[in-house]
C-alpha cells in the first residue's frame, strides 16, 4: 500500500516547455486534488477532481490543465512553463465523507529557468 | 470558506506540552476542523480532526471551544521532531471536501 504517489520527484523546465506530472493513489478515493507550495507560504489549490472524468478548479488554475482518465491517477500539466510556476508541488487524495483525512504525496520539486 | 487565524510562530521547551491556538469564527456547523504539519517541506502530514467534540489520538489532543469559534491542538510532550509548520484547516463540507491552507504556526522546539 504505497499511498499517494507523484512523479517525478525534482524537475528543471527551461521557459516555454510543457510537461506533466502524475499523481498515483491506490485507496480508490474518490477524490484528488493538485496543490502548489511557494517558499515561506501555505498550499494552493490548483484543480481538483471529484470523481473519474471530472476536474473543477482551485485558487489558483491559470496556466495548468488536469485531467483524471482513471480513478487512481490524476496528471497535472503545464503547456508553456513560466517562472511563476517555480514551485514545489503536492497531489492529495481523500474519500467523500469529509471526516476523514487526506493523503498527501511527498511533493515534486519544479523549477523552471 | 470559514478562514483561520494561527499565530505564524512559537517556541516550545523540549518535554514540554506544546498548545497551538487557532481562531476559526465563521465556521460552518457541519465543518470540520484538520490540523496537519509540514515538516521540512515533505508533504503536509494529517495530525487530528473535530467537529465539536474534544479528540485525542496517538499523536495529540484537539480541544473545541463549545462554540466552535477556537480551537487548541495539543502536543503533549514535544521533542524536537515536532519541529514544524502546523496548519488548522476548516475543512469545506461540499463538493471536492478541498482543504484551504494558511500561513500556519511555525513551532520550532527546543532542546
Known amino acids: 500500500n504505497a499511498g499517494v504517489t507523484q512523479t517525478p520527484k525534482f524537475r528543471v523546465l527551461k521557459t516555454g516547455q510543457s510537461m506533466t506530472l502524475l499523481c498515483a493513489q491506490d485507496m480508490n478515493h474518490e477524490y484528488m486534488y493538485w496543490y502548489r507550495q511557494d517558499p515561506g507560504m501555505g498550499l494552493r489549490l490548483i484543480h481538483y477532481s471529484v470523481g473519474e472524468g471530472t476536474t473543477a478548479k482551485g485558487e489558483v488554475p491559470d496556466g495548468y490543465n488536469v485531467s483524471r482518465l482513471k480513478k487512481q491517477n490524476f496528471l497535472l500539466g503545464l503547456e508553456s512553463a513560466a517562472p511563476s510556476q517555480t514551485s514545489v508541488y503536492f497531489c492529495?487524495?481523500?474519500?467523500?465523507?469529509?471526516?476523514?483525512?487526506?493523503?498527501f504525496g511527498q511533493g515534486t520539486r519544479l523549477t523552471v529557468v | 470558506d470559514a478562514k483561520t487565524t494561527q499565530p505564524p510562530s512559537m517556541d516550545c521547551a523540549e518535554g514540554r506540552a506544546a498548545n497551538l491556538p487557532c481562531n476559526h469564527s465563521?465556521?460552518?456547523?457541519?465543518?470540520?476542523v484538520y490540523w496537519y504539519r509540514q515538516i521540512h517541506s515533505q508533504g503536509p502530514q494529517y495530525i487530528i480532526h473535530g467537529l465539536k467534540n474534544n479528540e485525542t489520538n496517538e499523536m495529540a489532543s484537539l480541544i473545541i471551544t463549545e462554540d466552535r469559534k477556537s480551537s487548541t491542538l495539543i502536543l503533549p510532550h514535544a521533542t524536537l521532531r515536532d519541529t514544524a509548520v502546523y496548519y488548522c484547516i476548516v475543512r469545506v463540507k461540499a463538493a471536492g471536501n478541498k482543504l484551504t491552507f494558511g500561513g500556519g504556526t511555525r513551532v520550532l522546539v527546543k532542546p
Open positions: 492529495a487524495s481523500s474519500d467523500t465523507t469529509g471526516n476523514t483525512e487526506a493523503f
Open positions: 465563521t465556521i460552518s456547523g457541519n465543518e470540520y
